[in-house]
């Protein structure tokens, strides 16, 4: 099966992809501040979904094209992919308390 086709292509869809997870991230922080532990939790899982989508998209074209993607948004979404997982694991582990 072909999954290229579902990602995301060329400089300006993975630029908006990687404003995007960064917007949800923000938006993780604001509702953590903000004490609403509920929110927070469902755009920690929503949001690393959409994050580690986004660096599979940025890694296959980074993979066949390396002058059409930049090493500041290959590792900044490495990145906030890394930290936004993170933040959906401990949420689980809290909620199920493991």
Known sequence: MN?????????QQLAMGAI????????YTLATIAGQQWAADALAFIFSIVSVYVFASVATDRRQNKASVSLNLYWGQAALSL????????????????
Do not use: N
Not at 3 to 11: T, V
Not at 20 to 27: D, N, Q, R
Not at 83 to 97: D, F, H, M, P
């Open 83 to 98: 930290l936004t997982c993170l933040c959906a694991i401990l949420s689980l582990r809290g909620k199920t308390g493991l």
């Open 3 to 11: 999954f290229k086709k579902y990602l995301l292509h060329g400089p």
């Open 20 to 27: 995007f997870s960064g917007i949800g991230f923000l938006l």
